[in-house]
Structures are given as C-alpha cells and as structure tokens.
C-alpha cells in the first residue's frame, strides 16, 4: 500500500500548489546554467484556480497534505501540462510516475487525442523521464505553433533556448 493518493484538484488546493512548486524548483539550482534562472517563479494561486476549474488537474495527497500536482490546460484535443511538481521531500517515491499515468486515463477518457508539455531536454527529471512514460520529443516544433510559441515564451523569461524541448504523448 502506498502512502500518498491521487484526486482531482479542488479550488481550495490551489493555496498550497506554488510553495511545491517552488520547492521543488530549488533542485534546478544544482543544474550547471540553470541556477537562479529555472524554478524561480510558480503559477500564481489565482491561475491555478483558472486552471482547476477546467477540470483536468490532479494533486497527490499524503498525511492529508499535498505534496505534488500536475496542472493542465485544454487545447482542442491536446491537454497540456503546464506545470507538474512533486515536493522534494516526497521525491523517489512514484509519485510523479501516478500523476502521469493518471492524467493519461482522464485526458483519454475525456476524449483527448494527445497530452503535451515543454521542458528541458537534458535535465534527468524532465526530458528523460517523460520519455520513460511515452512521450516523444517533437522534433518540428513549425507543425506545432502553440507549443512553439510556449517555448518563445519561455526563452523571453530568460530559458536558455538550446536546451528546451516540447514532447507530446498520444493516446488512444
């Protein structure tokens, strides 16, 4: 039996969600290049209710408190992860892994075609690790202007460009 649980977030969640996520950014601070540039800013409380309230985002529970979540957005038949944090002190223990798989089922039960994201390409706990759960690296980002756009996006906040990638993982 594990000692964490899997729901859909609820609006008084989204309290709790930026000091996760801004606790688990800390660990881009070991990152040759990406100290004090990633993990420095979390989605504001208020957008994450924005994003609750579409019904696709999901916290992981442990003692009753949250200790990770995943935060989507529809796009037309694609859900995009806009953000995906676990607490580093509930790190390692499959967590993640469950939040992935579970937004697969609800994205595909939902009639999602496809779940996307961006993230760093050579980060271990990014890239690698949504390729081990059937995401696939988009190489002609061109097919793909709203993830592109993210990645612009992204490189204007001051990501280094060379090192960020978009993924997308179909269902079905």
């Known amino acids: 039996m594990s000692d964490f649980a899997i729901r859909l977030a609820r609006l008084e969640d989204a309290d709790a969600l930026p000091a996760i996520e801004l606790a688990a950014g800390k660990l881009f601070e070991t990152v040759e290049r990406l100290a004090n540039v990633a993990g420095m800013h979390a989605i504001p409380a208020d957008e994450q209710r924005r994003m609750i309230r579409k019904g696709h985002c999901l916290v992981a529970t442990s003692e009753d408190s949250i200790v990770g979540f995943l935060s989507t957005e ?47 390409s050579d980060v271990p706990w990014n890239a690698p690790f949504y390729a081990r759960h059937g995401f696939e690296t988009i190489a002609e980002l061109e097919a793909h202007p ?5 990645i612009d996006q992204e490189v204007e906040h001051g990501l280094p460009r060379d090192r960020r990638c978009a993924m997308i993982k179909f269902l079905g």
Do not use: C, M, W, Y
């Open 146 to 150: 709203r993830l592109a756009a993210d």
């Open 74 to 120: 529809p796009f037309r038949r694609e859900l995009h992860i806009r953000e995906f944090s676990v607490h580093p002190d509930a790190q390692g223990k499959g967590i993640g892994s469950v939040l992935l798989r579970a937004i697969a089922i609800d994205a595909g039960n939902s009639g999602f075609q496809a779940i996307t994201l961006t993230t760093f």
